[in-house]
């Protein structure tokens, strides 16, 4: 049996920036990580929100990150997710503990694969990914 896929399945998803997280995405576009820092506990957060998940304070900045982080965890992708993912693989999904405290998803680029350790350095890379968006990577540091 032929499986008839959809056309644009071979096409990535982009992200849609929103009223909560425009000011990240513009950071990105800008080649900085935007994490928000509460002004009432100090608390670091990422993903973008409209209060502080610590205290529930609406009082938050943007600051931008070093960009600097350790590999907490990861998984090596060799079967792609879909057909616009087949051309990446094998790429390694990272869970990335960024030097201001918080963790976040992304993935390595300019790297190895075979490569990666747990708590090995990596640096952001912010990588074009069409229509005005810029996506959070990480390469070796």
């Known amino acids: 049996m032929n499986r008839i896929e959809p056309k ?16 990240y995405w513009r950071g990105l576009e800008n080649g900085q990580l935007l994490l928000q820092h509460c002004l009432e506990c100090g608390h670091v957060q990422f993903y973008q929100q409209a209060i502080c998940r ?9 600051c931008a990150a070093s960009g600097g982080g350790r590999v907490h965890s990861f998984s090596v992708v060799h079967r792609a997710p879909g057909p616009a993912f087949k051309q990446d693989t094998p790429y390694a999904v990272l869970l990335v503990e960024l030097d201001e405290g918080p963790r976040m998803i992304s993935s390595l680029v300019k790297g ?30």
């Open 112 to 141: 190895d694969v075979t490569q990666i350790t747990f708590d090995m350095r990596v640096q952001l890379v912010c990588e074009a990914a069409g229509g005005g968006i810029f996506l959070p990577r990480f390469r070796p540091a």
């Open 8 to 23: 644009d399945a071979h096409v990535k998803p982009l992200p849609v920036p929103d009223a909560d997280t425009g000011a």
């Open 54 to 62: 610590e205290c529930g304070s609406e009082r938050l900045e943007h």
